[in-house]
């Protein structure tokens, strides 16, 4: 077997797919490694299942509140049956994945891959060379430093789980914590969310945040901002988790701890200062071609790259074609600058496109808001949601949308018609000038400015 590649990808997630599957077409020898089954987190242990899960928990919310309004009868949400079902969607994708790269050329090699010096990487007995090296090696929950740390599970195991214990807390209030403590409060369990900060969902719009906080607490869930976790101790019935609020201390029960405070750029085991790679705890140290600071013929791209780009999975996407854009046809890239739309898939979701009030406030941009309730639209009233919001921050004079935010059950396709119109410089005046389908939640745009 040829042991010298044009390009060896190492990670077989979206970014490493996307590099490996597209330089490969363009007529490069393409190797591609991964430690773990391949396909990486999104559609194994990420934004995949816990959408099939969510989507589920979702028709059942819905379901539950039309009751008498045309269904009846009891609904049960089950998680044996939630995850069996989402296991139909993630078991095929290792096979699918490397059958996939194999029916294309691709070389592909099992195991971790480290470096024994710039051109060389060693996976196993194995040594392979190459030409251009991809890292896309993801990101892992971040290490924590609490007495104890080793009883937490982690999102991972969390999908893995046989069944749901009745007390669970979770250590973070950042969206995977949301997520899944929206889908486990509705399978009727006690939950617990433990947030250092003052504001839960950092990065967001604090008023929208703070929107699906209550919203979040209305389904049983306690939320304690500015507290930390200090300790936790496992008993004979559960664990014991030591917390701070201020200066007081407290102790609080769970059956079960989850890691939900944050994810960092999976580089152990990597040994990139063998390689002369420089790197930070945001990753690896890449210019705007993605391209190793230190080692030309080294990109990153995804979670492990120090990109400044928020780790998703459509970044990941756009950084893997940036970078083979440079390295296959030597275009310089132009830093990046696109709106990137994210979205919490609680119920109701939170979904937000460009600035918040906040990083117009603190860039000094001049800016007007229009926020409103849309609980009493026809939209939501006909499916009795509970709480339905918009958030738009406009630019004053021009009225070019600058960000927009949504809480709803259609937040998540309301960002995206927003995140078009941001993208392509769309004013208040177009959104309202265009004939949008009725009845639908975009035929309410218009009345939200
Ligand atoms: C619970 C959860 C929910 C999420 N939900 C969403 C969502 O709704 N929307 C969204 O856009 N994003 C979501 N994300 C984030 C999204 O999954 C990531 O941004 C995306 O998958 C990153 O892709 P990647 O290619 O950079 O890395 P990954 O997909 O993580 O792939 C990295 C691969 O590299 C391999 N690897 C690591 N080190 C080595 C080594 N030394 N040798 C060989 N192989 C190695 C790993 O095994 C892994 O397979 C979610 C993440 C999680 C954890």
Known sequence: MNTTYDLIVIGTGVAGSTVATKA???GLEVAIVDERSFGGTCPQRGCDPKKVMT????IYDDAKRVRGQGINGNLMLSWTDLKEFTKSFTDPIPEATEKKFRDQGIHTFHGQASFTDPHTLQIGEENITARHFVIATG???ADLPIEGAEHLVTSDQFFELYQLPDRI???GGGYISFEFAHLAARLGKKVIIVHRGRYVLEGYDYEMANKLAEHTKDLGVDIHNDTEVTKITKLDNGYKIDVK???HSHELKADMVVHGAGRSPNLEGLRLDEAG???????VRVNDNHQSVSQPHIYAAGDCSDSGLPAL?????EEAGRLLDHMLHGKNQEPFRKAVPSVVF???KLASVGLTQRQAKDQEIPYETSSKSITEYFTYKRTKEPGAYVKLILKPYTEEILGAHFISSKADHLVNVFTLAIEHGLTKSDLKRVLWAYPTAESDIPSFF
């Open 277 to 283: 790679i420089e790197y930070s705890k945001k990753g």
């Open 346 to 348: 609680t119920y109701p």
């Open 245 to 247: 609020k201020f200066n």
């Open 313 to 317: 999975t459509p970044t990941a996407g």
């Open 169 to 171: 807390l979770f250590v």
């Open 55 to 58: 989507g589920i928990s979702a």
């Open 139 to 141: 990101a892992k929950p």
């Open 24 to 26: 490969q077409k363009e």
